[in-house]
């Protein structure tokens, strides 16, 4: 359905993210499937025994609330989540929900169930994502259109919600119109990247209008479900909703740049796929809204359907140019300002651990850039 990302509601009282300045409740206990990567491997948020526990936990809940009578629709609901995953925005609910104690403990059941509910959301936008991309993998399988048509993937995509609305609702009226609401984001941010597509005019503001909605706004519920699921404050929980809400910014413009500085080994996909499809990121803006002879050429370059030469071309042309840099300046405003939101959740392990998780995002384009 939506998300042109690998990795992405912001509660409608909650500031937006402007450019900044400087079946019923189910949790289960188990093993996670070797494929399965939670989140990145160095992630101090993972390293906390107890996150590392509940996302088994996660891993067991998912595969029980996609599980029918219907072994066909089952086979089909579960086929990327065995497949694996990262995992990262049940982590981050868990993390959040950490915060209310020191020391990190395990989970309750309504925060597993929250965790899961938001996961189901971004698996069913993969599914959607996949038939409009007219992909052919995901997470290094066939991908559930190519192997089975686009109608059982749309319709395996609209299950996967349906799942993920029961399990909110499950856990009250405020989770269940978060939830609406963040579909509703994520339908909106991608409507704005599509309305842009082969843009050469478009603009910062509306790059950064569509990816708040397609990517930010579910970390930001991610967040914001850990925290009212674990009792936390009003206070608290906006915190909680900031701090998603940034770093999913922080997430969305790390993931842009890799794609135009990465190989195609470092990322595990083609690089590049963001030039092809005519989504033009933050550093393509810059880049041409710099001016001078690269962003001619660039200009003349874009703008229409391209092929592998005029990619690489094009991909050369803003890799060398200060709009990386700067534009990795930005991720790292967002990353700054996630972290300072969670001063308001007071001192604890998890806070320490999703801080150094923020951190960490950036570590994986500092080595490329």
């Not at 674990?230 to 842009?256: N, P």
Request: hydrophobic share 45%; net charge negative; with cysteine.
């Amino acid at each position: 359905m939506w998300v042109k990302c690998n990795h992405g509601l912001l509660d409608r009282g909650t500031p937006g993210a402007e450019p900044p300045s400087g079946a019923g409740r189910i949790a289960g206990s188990g093993t996670l499937p070797p494929r399965v990567q939670v989140v990145a491997p160095a992630s101090p948020l993972v390293a906390l025994p107890s996150v590392a526990a509940d996302l088994a936990r996660v891993e067991t809940t998912l595969l029980a609330s996609v599980t029918t009578e219907d072994s066909y629709l089952t086979e089909l609901a579960s086929h990327l989540i065995r497949a694996g995953g990262k995992r990262g925005r049940p982590a981050f609910a868990i993390g959040i929900a950490g915060t209310r104690l020191p020391e990190m403990e395990p989970g309750s059941d309504d925060v597993i169930t929250g965790a899961v509910a938001v996961e189901l959301v971004h698996l069913g936008s993969l599914y959607h994502d996949d038939v409009m991309d007219e992909a052919t993998t995901r997470r290094t399988v066939e991908s559930v259109n190519a192997k089975w048509g686009n109608l059982q993937a749309i319709l395996a995509g609209d299950f996967l919600l349906a799942r993920a609305s029961e399990l909110a609702a499950s856990l009250g009226t405020e989770i269940a119109g978060l939830l609406a609401r963040t579909i509703g984001r994520l339908c909106e941010g991608q409507i704005l990247e599509l309305e842009h597509t082969y843009s050469i005019t478009r603009t910062e503001a509306a790059y950064f209008k569509s990816i708040e909605g397609k990517t930010a706004s579910l970390y930001s519920t991610a967040c914001r479900v850990g925290a009212i699921t674990a009792g936390l404050s009003r206070s608290e929980i906006e915190a909680a909703t900031r701090f998603g809400l940034r770093y999913g910014m922080a997430f969305q413009i790390v993931d842009d740049i890799l794609d135009l500085v990465a190989t195609d080994e470092q990322l595990g996909k083609p690089a590049g796929h963001d030039l092809i499809e005519g989504v033009y990121t933050l550093p393509v803006i810059r880049t041409i809204a710099a001016g001078g002879p690269d962003a001619d050429r660039l200009r003349s370059l874009l703008g229409h359907p391209i092929g592998e030469a005029v990619m690489r071309e094009a991909r050369a042309i803003v890799r060398e140019s200060p709009a990386i840099g700067s534009s990795l300046q930005v991720a790292h405003q967002y990353v700054a300002d996630a972290t300072a939101a969670l001063d308001a959740l007071g001192p604890s392990e998890a806070a320490t651990a999703l801080a150094g998780a923020a951190d960490h995002l950036l570590e994986s384009v500092r080595a490329i850039v």
